[in-house]
Every structure is written in C-alpha cells, then in structure tokens.
C-alpha cells in the first residue's frame, strides 16, 4: 500500500475542519434547496468579490510557473474561474433581478477581504508551491463539496442544482487533480520547515472556506460595532 501524498497527508490533517464544512447549514441548504434566496444572493455577490482575486491567483500563478505547460494550465484555470465559474453567478444573478454591473460593486465583508488578502500576498511573497497549498482548499475544495452533495441527489431549485453540476463537472475535478498533483511533486522537495509551512497555508484557507460559508449564512458583512 502506497504512502499517502502531500495534499492527502494535509487534507486528512484537515479532516474535522472538512467534515463541519460538509455539514454546515449552508452547504446543507444548497443540496437539499431549503437554503433561502436572500443568504444565496449574499453568498453569490461576496464570491463574485472573492472570485475577481482568485482569478489574480492564477495569473500570478502563471507568471511564477517555470514551465509552458504549467504556465497552460494555470491560464486555462483563469480562463475557468472568468468565464464558467463568474458567469454562473452573473447568469443567476441577472435572474435575480441583479445586474453585473452591481455585482462588480459589491463592498468585500471582512471574511471574504481577510481571505483574499491571505491569498493575494501569498502569491506575491511565496513561492509556486505556497502559491498551490493556499489556493488548494477553494479549487479542489468545491470540487469535493459538489460531489458529495450529488451523491445525495440533486434539489428540485434549478440555481442550486446548476451550482452543484457546475463544481461536481469533470472539468473542474480535472483542474483540481491537477492541482494537487502539481502540488504533490513540488512537495517532494521540501525540508519539514517548508513542508509545514505549506500545511499551515492550506489550513488557514480551508479555516476561510468555513467562515465563508458561515459568513453567508448569517450575512455578516463589517461588524455592527464599527461606526461607519
């Protein structure tokens, strides 16, 4: 029996974490369709936010990568995030009643700018591999979700249901096994200093993934106690 990878070694570090976002309300709500449309639109128009700096991860991605082929592939995964991924959210957004225009606009809550910051400093500071291990829990982490919730049945609520098909796709799951694959061979070359820094990368967006979901089923944008 083979050893496990890197990016199965962090992922089961991560478990308990992983099992609470499988279990959280939220993502619950979406695979059975009672999740109501006002926490929906609050989660679409703060991912929109979120995805507009995920796309800037893989074109910094790109621009680090050493190789054609890997320079490719993290252009085709912007491609994915500009083109399917946001356009999902324009497509049900503008059957809200709310334009793209408007999405654009949207004011960052403090998870979603606390997130994309982790995520764009690190792209600017790290390495490659700090690069894979911080944007790893988001890519390969819907994938998962999308799946586990198809394996239950789809919800009647065509929204919820093209969020679920659109994650659970082979396409996506095939860019996030390339990820991890990508991540799993960089990995053998690190010391335990790097392995564990990579670890702590990993962990500190799959802790964003939760609060993002947790953030969208309260709706909390700034808190309360602010003046302005």
């Known amino acids: 029996m083979s050893s496990p990878t890197f990016s199965e070694q962090i992922r089961q570090r991560t ?10 309300p939220f993502v619950k709500g979406i695979g059975d369709g009672s999740l109501s449309r006002d926490r ?3 989660f679409l128009k703060q991912d929109y936010v979120y995805l507009i700096e995920f796309s800037r991860v893989f074109a910094l991605a790109s621009a680090k990568a050493q190789q054609l082929s890997d320079m490719g592939y993290f252009a085709a995964l912007l491609n994915a995030t500009l083109n399917t991924e946001m356009e999902l959210h324009r497509k049900t957004c503008a059957e809200f009643g709310i334009s793209a225009a408007e999405l654009e606009k949207t004011e960052a809550a403090l998870i979603t700018s606390a997130y994309t910051n982790l995520l764009v400093k690190t792209c600017y500071e790290g390495t490659l591999t ?21 394996k239950q049945g789809l919800p009647a609520d065509p929204h919820y ?14 860019f996030a096994d390339w990820l991890k694959s990508k991540l799993d ?3 053998l070359a690190g010391n335990e200093e790097e392995k564990n820094r990579w670890y702590r990368l990993y962990l500190a967006s799959s802790r964003f993934e939760f609060l993002f979901f947790e953030m969208s089923w309260n709706q ?6 602010l003046p302005f």
């Open 130 to 150: 700090d690069i894979l291990a911080v944007l790893l829990p988001c890519a390969a982490g819907y994938v998962e979700i999308g799946q586990y919730i198809l």
């Open 220 to 225: 909390e944008g700034w808190p309360a106690v």
């Open 185 to 187: 061979r960089l990995a």
């Open 40 to 42: 929906y639109i609050f």
């Open 15 to 24: 478990e308990p974490l992983w099992t609470a976002i499988m279990l959280h």
């Open 161 to 174: 249901r093209n969020w679920i098909e659109t994650y659970a796709s082979p396409e996506f799951a095939e």
